[in-house]
Nanobody, 126 residues
Framework: QLQLVESGGGLVQPGGSLRLSCAAS????????VGWFRQAPGKEREGVSC????????NYADSVKGRFTISRDNAKNTVYLQMNSLKSEDTAIYYC???????????????????WGKGTLVTVSS
């Protein structure tokens, strides 16, 4: 059973940076697409970014393109989300989720993710 634990959230001023980590245990992450999602207060959960099993392909929501970077270190069984130039509208609980490659959920569609972490809170405020 794959378990995912997010870390790295916190309070940051607008324009600041944070790096989130998604550490996997129980199973190797090598065969899973991994996505970052977020849910702001009063809003539906939305996809932020998705990375392929090898790390060679990634996609981003329009709202974070050019500011966020997803990466993975399969040797460490960890996926990262580097967030720069943070805005107040980035405030949310951030979740990572994984989908096995056999699901062919190449773009990390929300409903097709197999495993979810419990989330880490990111607050962007002065």
């Amino acid at each position: 059973q794959l378990q995912l634990v997010e870390s790295g959230g916190g309070l940051v001023q607008p324009g600041g940076s944070l790096r989130l980590s998604c550490a996997a245990s129980g199973v190797t992450l090598n065969y899973y697409m991994v996505g970052w999602f977020r849910q702001a207060p009063g809003k539906e959960r939305e996809g932020v970014s998705c990375i392929s099993t090898s790390g060679g392909r990634a996609n981003y929501a329009d709202s974070v393109k050019g500011r966020f970077t997803i990466s993975r270190d399969n040797a460490k069984n960890t996926v990262y989300l580097q967030m720069n130039s943070l805005k107040s509208e980035d405030t949310a609980i951030y979740y990572c989720a994984a989908a096995h490659l056999r699901s062919q959920n190449w773009d990390c569609a929300d409903h097709g993710m197999d495993y979810w972490g419990k989330g880490t809170l990111v607050t962007v405020s002065s």
